[in-house]
C-alpha cells in the first residue's frame, strides 16, 4: 500500500467522520464546523486522486464562499435556544450504530471486489484535465452558465431594492 493510497484512505475517513459529526451535532456551529472538514477532506481526496482543478474549487466556492455565508446566518440564529442545550441529538446511538453497519459493508464489498488496477500510460487522454472541460463547458453548457449569471444580477438587483425600500420606511 502506497503512501497515496493511504492518504485517500484517510481523507475518506475524516470526510465520513464530519458527516456523522454533521448528523449528530445539536448546535448549528458545530454542524457548520463539521461541514467544512467534510468538505476540506473531499478536497484532499480530490488532489490526492489528480484532480487538482475540483480540489481548489472545492475549497474555493464551498468551503470558502458557501459556508462563509452560513456561518454568517447561524451567526443571527439565536443560540440561547434551548433545543441547543444538549450536545448530541437523541439520534447519536441509531446513527452510530447504522453508520457502523454501512461502513462494515463496504469494507466487506471492497475486501471482495478488490480494487481496479490500471496501467499507466493507457487508454485515452484523462478527461479531467482543463482544456477538454472547457471545451466541452464552453461547447454545451453556455447559455446555461449565461443563464444563471442573469439570475445572479438579478437577485443582487433584488436584494439592493429590498433594502432601500426597508430604509425608506425606516425615516
Known amino acids: 500500500m502506497t503512501i497515496d493510497q493511504l492518504l485517500v484512505y484517510f481523507f475518506g475517513a475524516c470526510a465520513l467522520l464530519g458527516g456523522v459529526l454533521m448528523l449528530v451535532a445539536r448546535h448549528p456551529m458545530r454542524v457548520a464546523l463539521a461541514l467544512i472538514s467534510c468538505m476540506l477532506s473531499l478536497a484532499g ?29 447561524i451567526m443571527l440564529l439565536d443560540v440561547r435556544d434551548p433545543s441547543f442545550v ?9 446513527g452510530v450504530v447504522l453508520g457502523a453497519l454501512l461502513a462494515g459493508a463496504l469494507g466487506i464489498s ?4 478488490g480494487a481496479p488496477v490500471i496501467q499507466p500510460g493507457a487508454g485515452a487522454a484523462p478527461s479531467y484535465l482543463v482544456q477538454p472541460f472547457s471545451v466541452e463547458f464552453l461547447r454545451e453548457y453556455w447559455l446555461h452558465f449565461e443563464l444563471t449569471s442573469v439570475l445572479l444580477v438579478a437577485a443582487v438587483v433584488a436584494a439592493i431594492a429590498i433594502i432601500r425600500s426597508g430604509r425608506r420606511s425606516d425615516g
Do not use: E
Open 45 to 73: 481526496i480530490y488532489a490526492m486522486l489528480g484532480v487538482h482543478v475540483v480540489a481548489v474549487f472545492q475549497v474555493l466556492i464551498y468551503v470558502g464562499a458557501v459556508m462563509v455565508f452560513m456561518v454568517y446566518v
Open 86 to 94: 444538549r450536545r448530541y441529538s437523541r439520534m447519536l446511538l441509531p
Open 110 to 113: 471492497a475486501i471482495r471486489l
